[in-house]
């Protein structure tokens, strides 16, 4: 039975910031953000997102570019479906292919927005979905031995929430999940840049100097760049020259709660897992792990080992992705419902 569905199941990590479609037998088909154009009169979708992305501040009046998904989960529904059905048609070109759907949802969701994610699955032409928590499908897609008996930790650093969790025996001892995260690191970055240099940055610029100056922890070498925005008192563009410490410095805040995170799932864990994982070390995920010095600041602040998944990026979309190669298997990590 099982076979008759190959190429047409899929999963989908629905993210604040990039939605990552894996398709059964294809791998990761496609990787855009989670950003959709719109009309602003008829509310007609403009473009999708790449296209749609490099359009975020640059838009005329009449044309809106939102990201409907917040704090990682849904703030615009219909904006939210019309993408996700914009999205499965780009990896599904037959328009009769009614896919089985897996959606990564952060562990913090309440059932009304697990609900409403459902919801979106069914309206974008899904004929049953599922839904997989986060963390779970980071630590199979991080390659971690879930279903065994021994403490496997995960930090999954998204866009809009990060993603703590305990897992042993295929299922999650321990969690937290914060609405803390790589947005989060940006409107620190904006902030302060307003408050010292009296810059106002855009979004898509704060983001441009995390990447390139941000940092975690103190490095060997710290780089210098400079920034352009607009200034508050002349209203003219203006660019400064700001340092990697500087930056580092404006996201202390954010920083800090995700560490602060961890530290309290470590100290919810039962002993014998804490063992483990002293052993095992924490697997750090998302497109946050990225951030230069992270794992570096993390054990130093805990005391455990920390390595960066393979490709932290991917890890989420992989693990819900062998949720949809092995659906059998895998099905204890999965929530459904009776639709079919």
């Known amino acids: 039975m099982a076979n008759s569905f190959l190429g047409r199941d899929m999963a989908v990590d629905l993210g604040t910031a990039n939605t990552l479609v894996y398709v059964r037998g294809k791998g990761v088909l496609l990787d855009e953000p989670s950003v959709v154009a719109l009309n602003s009169t008829t509310n007609e979708i403009l473009a999708v997102g790449h296209e749609a992305k490099r359009m975020i501040g640059r838009t005329p009046e009449g044309i809106t570019a939102i990201r409907p998904l917040k704090d990682g989960v849904i703030a615009d529904f219909e904006a939210t479906e019309q993408m996700l ?6 990896v599904h070109r037959r328009a009769f292919a009614k896919p089985r759907l897996v959606v990564c949802v952060p562990s913090g969701i309440t059932a009304v927005e697990q609900r409403a994610v459902k919801e979106a699955g ?66 620190a970055i904006v902030s302060w840049m307003k ?24 490095l060997p070498d710290e780089p210098e760049a400079d920034v352009r925005g607009r200034d508050m008192v002349s209203g003219l563009p203006r660019t400064v020259s ?16 995700i560490v602060d995170a961890v530290r309290t799932t470590l100290d919810q864990t039962p002993p014998e897992l804490a063992g483990d994982i002293m052993d095992r070390g924490i697997a750090l995920t998302g497109g946050g792990a990225l951030l230069r010095g992270l794992d570096e600041r993390l054990r130093h602040e805990t005391g455990m080992p920390v390595h960066v998944a393979e490709d932290p990026l991917t890890s989420v979309a992989l693990g819900a992705g062998r949720c949809v190669e092995q659906f059998e298997a895998l099905q204890q990590v999965l929530v459904g419902d009776g639709r079919r």
């Open 122 to 187: 069914y309206m974008a032409g899904a004929r049953r979905v599922f839904i997989v928590e986060e963390p779970m499908a980071a630590a199979i897609g991080a390659g971690l031995p879930v279903h065994q008996a021994t403490g496997n930790m995960v930090v999954d650093v998204g866009g809009g929430t990060t993603e703590v969790a305990v897992i042993s025996l295929g299922g999650i001892v321990t969690s937290l999940s914060i609405r803390t995260a790589g947005d989060e690191l940006d409107a």
């Open 195 to 218: 408050k010292e240099y009296s810059l106002l940055l855009g979004e898509r610029t704060a983001e441009e100097v995390k990447t390139t100056l941000g940092s975690a922890f103190p």
């Open 242 to 257: 700001v340092s990697t410490a500087e930056i580092r410095q404006a996201m202390e805040e954010p920083i800090s709660a």
């Open 85 to 90: 059905r914009w999205f499965i048609q780009q």
